[in-house]
């Protein structure tokens, strides 16, 4: 049996553990805020780009555009989205199940993939398991801008037009509420717009009038559409990263509580055995002397 | 002109604007245009430049970076990259950038030369709106 100073000395380290998770919940849910915030404010911009986009695409002729091009699905890129760090739940591992049951899905229809990663679990997974990455990003957890999702979007654009792969997909959390984050997976290319938007629009083409010309708008409206699009999933990704993070503290938190109260009653009755036996011994001693 | 025009101003750093409003100005890559109220369907990219909204006697002005507007049944979207109000607009910040960035442009070595540029017309037009709009 445990001695009375091995169980207090384990009380301690699980107190000194929970009050680590405590803070660490606390700053998660501080980022969580920041997050969301940045979330939120991007949500009017993304959807009026596709709402610009979508009408524009109603009434003039793409001519071409590299982006919108659709082939035969041959090779795939799956671009996953993951964190930098752990102590985050299941987050990491949701992300990394669903692109890893995609892959197979995909290989098994005899198409070929490639994988692009951002965040450090993502490349340290596939960097364990030696399969090669067309394209890695990490150490942006957190402090993603914009500027990450222009870089992310350069290489993935460049490689659709130079006809690396046939179509991408993008694999991330989705931020629902603070207790659920949701695996995404989303088609970024051939660029499609989301077809939700059920404007009120009668069919009835519209005729627009462009300055400077369709072509133009289509030529920077879609590159800048994808961008953002990726800038948002970046920061969904974010958000709940943060929320999953709070999450797992929280529970930690409360777990390591119900081991100390455990503990805690382990070590009182081991000091209540410890007296009664010296108390036995103590009687004992004195009955012999009696004698 | 009783109707009205219904204008949303949107960045990716929140919405800056959104309400009805009489008359714009805005700065077009093809020049500068104004839009009231039955405007027909238009859809133009912007230019970094100014960008004024009239409403009764009131008007206001803003930095708009590069961006794209829509123009439809009397709503129009201002999509910009960046966007300020005239007031809030920092000009030393501004004229900081502005002479940084002249420099950087005059060595001519290691810059991403089309970046800074557009950069540096950034700070211009920010520095030339906001002694516009303190000239009212």
Sequence with gaps: MATLRDIKRRIKAVRNTSQITKAMKMVAAAKLRKAQGRMLELRPYSDKIYEVLGNLSQTANSGGHPLLMRRPRRAVELLVLTSDRGLCGAFNANVLKAAARFERELRQEGVQVSLSAVGRKARDYYKRRDIPLRFSLAGISGKADFSHAKQIAASITSGYSGAMFDEVYLVYNEFRSILTQQVKMVKLLPFEHEQTEVEEAPKNPVSYIFEPSAEGLYLTLVPKAIEIRIFRALLESQTSEEASRMTAMENASKNAGEMIQRLTLVANKVRQATITRELMDIVGGVEAIKE | ?136
Excluded: C, W
Excluded at chain 2, 80 to 109: G, H, Q, T, Y
């Design chain 2, 1 to 136: 002109m009783a109707e009205k025009l219904y204008l949303d101003i949107v960045t990716p750093h929140g919405k800056l604007f959104s309400g009805e409003v009489d008359e714009v100005a805005a700065s077009g890559a093809d020049g500068d245009f104004g839009v009231l109220a039955g405007h027909a369907p238009m859809m133009a990219i912007l230019r970094i430049g100014a960008f004024t909204v009239k409403t009764g006697e009131k008007t206001d002005y803003y930095f708009v970076g590069s961006g794209y507007a829509e123009v439809l049944n009397d709503k129009m979207i201002v999509l910009a990259d960046s966007a300020e109000r005239a007031e809030d607009i920092d000009v030393e910040r501004a004229m900081e950038k502005k002479k940084r960035l002249e420099l950087l442009l005059a060595k001519k070595e290691n810059v991403d030369f089309t970046r800074a540029q557009a950069s540096l017309e950034r700070a211009i037009a920010r520095i030339r709106i906001a002694k516009e709009y303190a000239g009212k």
